[in-house]
């Protein structure tokens, strides 16, 4: 969710990519980032870090021993009184050098508020509330730190990203050696994202990470020069990986899928890889019957590549994402929602060709969707809602940005969704006060999107605080949005996240 935002003064937060980018260190390793998030998490980790009451009433109100929101994360290393050891790699690698056990004589207080700054009780329950950016600082501090930080559970969920100059250190002879990934073991990390990888580079990653031959449940790959072969050598050597994502990977063939693909798979994403056709699709629906999500961007990808789907991922696939598949049309639909009528995460994100009868194709036959993502179609009215509006009674999340042809009318047929959570209505150029009054019945609204509509005014906008469940409001390049409106909003709107 693009939200360009000012100023210089906010807390470290993950930028809205979902990355976290850590600063290089020495061993060229201290830049790898992790993934993680939501939008509505996303910005939510922009927010202060606050750290609960759990310490004891003498720490907690010592003045020497005050913990901020970490805009600087090192400063809760004062509870240790431990610097962090020069050159130590943030991502946890090769750190056990060079770290001291903190001695009691060392940290600040009495005997007693000395221990709490080591107690692993109370570390367990304190580093829950920190950003894994901030994590990888905390894990400095000292190594009664780094063992309750390195342990599995601080880690669910986040991908650690490497690119290719991170994998190697240069030894004094000009060698290259490949970089010791054992901290990355011990965190208990299931998946992985590779930048800029050849086929030796995988070949060396799946010798020296420990879990990589059972362990490694995901794969992503972007910018690689990965071939046929290695990828074919990757899915037979990793055979744990049941997530696999190829971007912008344009080295395989529709040749290297066919032969690669192993019917343990069942995520699969495939985005700007310029051989990735129609066969692509057949061998995906052939070879993958256990397939639970397909996400594809790929601009040659035509209506027959949608008859492929076998009555077997009929039944499995629950979010398919056709993403700027500018060949895609009403035919091709036809023949998407009769392959996989039990589909309930649709994105027709892009098509452009599709019109308002291909919508009305989905809301007659796909009546299971909770999210339907139809940005960037510039063919769809008014009319397209009022058939999303009839027939889809679960959908939970619709997305309309860049849908031109919307207006108040459209919006209209919406008020009457009671199940709709969240609403993206970015860049609706036709989208008036008056349509917003449509709107402001809908309590099931959770996150509204309103970013980049030039006609709304701030008295249109001032009326939302009659949602009173929302909470977040995206209204950034909204002209109407003014300081005296979001003043109102943080007054009438205490819960709601309003974003700028």
């Known amino acids: 969710m693009s939200n360009p935002r000012n100023g210089d003064t906010k807390p470290p937060c993950l930028p809205r990519n979902g990355l976290v980018k850590i600063p290089t260190q020495a061993n060229g390793l201290g830049s790898a980032s992790i993934t993680k998030g939501t939008p509505a998490v996303k910005n939510r980790l922009c927010q202060p870090s606050s750290v609960p009451a759990i310490l004891s009433p003498a720490l907690a109100h010592r003045s020497d021993l005050s913990i901020p929101s970490l805009a600087s994360p090192l400063s809760l290393a004062t509870l240790a009184s431990v610097s962090s050891p020069p050159g130590a790699s943030l991502v946890g690698l090769n750190t056990s050098e060079g770290s001291e056990q903190p001695s009691p004589e060392r940290l600040p207080g009495s005997p007693s508020e000395r221990q709490l700054a080591v107690d692993e009780k109370i570390l367990n329950r304190l580093f829950w509330y920190f950003s894994a950016c901030e994590k990888c600082v905390l894990a400095q501090v000292c190594k009664a730190w780094r063992r309750v930080l390195y342990q599995p559970k601080f880690w669910v969920g986040l991908t650690p990203v490497l690119h290719t100059k991170e994998l190697y250190n240069i030894l004094p002879g000009g060698e290259k050696e490949f970089v010791s990934l054992q901290g990355f073991a011990v965190r208990g990390f299931d998946g992985f994202c590779l930048v800029g990888v050849s086929d030796l580079d995988i070949c060396e990653f799946i010798d020296n990470y420990p879990l990589s031959k059972k362990g490694v449940k995901s794969m992503s790959l972007k910018r690689s020069t990965i071939t046929d072969a290695g990828l074919e050598v990757m899915l037979e050597q990793m055979q744990g990986v049941v997530r696999l994502e190829l971007s912008g990977c344009n080295d395989f063939t529709e040749a290297g899928l066919w032969s690669s693909l192993n019917a343990r798979i069942t995520a699969l994403s495939v985005s700007d890889c310029i051989n990735v056709a129609d066969d692509a699709i057949a061998a995906i629906s052939q070879l993958l019957p256990n397939l639970t999500e397909l996400n594809l961007q790929a601009y040659h990808v035509t209506d027959t590549a949608l008859a492929y789907f076998t009555a077997k991922q ?187």
């Open 314 to 500: 009929g039944y499995t696939t629950h979010t398919l994402r056709l993403n700027s598949c500018w060949e895609i049309t009403n035919h091709g639909v036809v023949n998407m929602v009769h392959s996989l009528p039990n589909l309930s995460v649709l994105s027709l994100s892009g098509c452009s060709k599709v019109t308002d009868d291909g919508v009305e194709l989905v809301a007659e036959n796909l009546r299971k969707l909770r999210s339907l993502d139809l940005s960037w179609c510039p063919r769809i009215t008014d009319m397209a809602l009022e058939y999303i509006a009839c027939d889809l009674h679960k959908l939970e999340e619709l997305v309309l940005d860049r849908c031109v042809r919307i207006t108040d009318t459209g919006l209209s047929y919406l008020s009457t969704m009671s199940s709709l959570r969240s609403l993206y209505l970015r860049w609706c150029c036709q989208v008036q006060d008056f349509g917003l009054k449509h709107l402001l019945g809908m309590s099931s609204l959770r996150l509204l999107s309103l970013a980049g509509c030039p006609l709304l005014t701030t008295t249109g906008l001032s009326g939302l605080v009659q949602l009173q469940e929302l909470e977040e409001l995206e209204l950034t390049n909204c002209p109407g949005a003014t300081p005296e409106l979001f003043k109102y909003f943080s007054q009438h709107l205490p819960c709601c996240m309003v974003i700028e």
